[in-house]
C-alpha cells in the first residue's frame, strides 16, 4: 500500500491520489512508465516525480522516520507491509482514564513472537529501552489513550515512529465499538480466564495486587497479554479490508 500511496508528498493531496488510482495507476512504478497517459497539471507532475524517486530511496534505506514525518497519522497504517517487520503491538494497563491523575500499571509489548509486560514497581523502567526496538507501533486507541501516558510518564521515549491506531481505519470498514467487541464480530476468542474480564475490572486486579493479592497480578498480566497478541491478529485480518476500502473511495 505505501508503493501507492502520493498524498505524503508535500502539495499532493487525496484527490490528486485518487484521480491517480481512478486511472488504473496504482503504484510508482507504473505512475513512472505511465506519466504521460495521466491528465494531472504539470506543476504536480513536478512535484510528484522527484517525490517518488525520493520515496523509493527511503523505503530502500529503511528511512521508517520519513515515512512517519511525511504521511499523514490516520495513514500510518499504509506503511504496515513494508516497514512493519520491527512492529510493537501496544496496550497499557492503568488506574484510570486521565494522564494526569493516574498513572500506568502494566505496559503491554508483543513483537509478534514474544508478549512482553512491564509492571510498575518491578521493571517498567525497562520499557525506555525496550521501544528503541521498534519502528512501527500498532495500538487501540492508543493516539488518544496509551501514547499520551507513556509519554507523560516516560518523556524519554521516543515515540515519533510510524503508528497505526487500528480504532480509526477499523471504523471504515464498519468495525465500531471497543477491541473487545470488534474481536467477537472477527470471531477472535480469549481464554476462559479473561474472557469477560474488562478495563475497570483491570484496576480492580491492580488494587488487589497492591494489598497483597499475586494471583490478581498474574490474571491482570494475562489480560494485557491477551490485549496485545490479538491486535496482532486484528491487523493481519483487516488490513487487507483497509487497503480494499480506500481504493473503492476512487470509484
Excluded at 218 to 236: G, K, P, S
Aim: charge should be negative; hydrophobic fraction near 40%.
Amino acid at each position: 500500500m505505501l508503493t501507492s500511496t502520493y498524498i505524503h508528498i508535500p502539495r499532493v493531496g487525496t484527490t490528486v491520489e485518487k484521480k491517480i488510482w481512478s486511472s488504473g495507476i496504482r503504484t510508482w512504478d507504473e505512475f513512472l512508465d505511465k506519466k504521460s497517459d495521466l491528465h494531472i497539471p504539470r506543476s504536480k507532475m513536478e512535484l510528484i516525480i522527484p517525490g517518488i524517486e525520493e520515496s523509493r530511496e527511503r523505503l530502500m534505506s529503511r528511512d521508517c522516520e520519513f515515512f512517519a514525518r511525511s504521511l499523514p497519522s490516520a495513514e500510518h497504517w499504509r506503511a504496515f507491509p513494508e516497514l512493519g517487520d520491527k512492529v510493537a503491538y501496544v496496550d497499557i494497563e492503568t488506574t484510570g482514564l486521565s494522564p494526569c491523575h493516574s498513572h500506568i500499571t502494566v505496559i503491554g509489548i508483543y513483537d509478534g513472537k514474544e508478549a512482553k509486560t512491564f509492571v510498575r514497581g518491578i521493571d517498567m523502567d525497562d520499557i525506555v529501552e525496550e521501544f528503541e526496538k521498534y519502528d512501527f507501533l500498532v495500538t487501540f486507541n492508543g493516539a488518544r489513550f496509551d501514547l499520551p501516558f507513556i509519554k507523560r510518564e516516560f518523556p524519554q521515549v521516543d515515540l515519533n515512529k510510524l503508528h497505526a491506531d487500528l480504532m480509526y481505519p477499523l471504523r471504515r470498514v464498519s468495525l465500531t465499538g471497543g477491541l473487545k467487541k470488534i474481536e467477537v464480530e472477527l470471531g477472535i476468542t480469549r481464554s476462559e480466564d479473561v474472557a469477560g474480564i474488562s478495563g475497570f475490572d483491570a484496576v480492580r486486579l491492580w488494587h488487589q495486587y497492591e494489598r497483597g493479592d499475586e494471583e490478581a497480578l498474574e490474571l491482570l498480566l494475562e489480560y494485557n497479554r491477551a490485549d496485545i497478541v490479538n491486535l496482532e491478529t486484528i491487523m493481519q485480518m483487516t488490513l487487507p479490508r483497509f487497503i480494499d476500502n480506500k481504493f473503492a473511495e476512487c470509484r
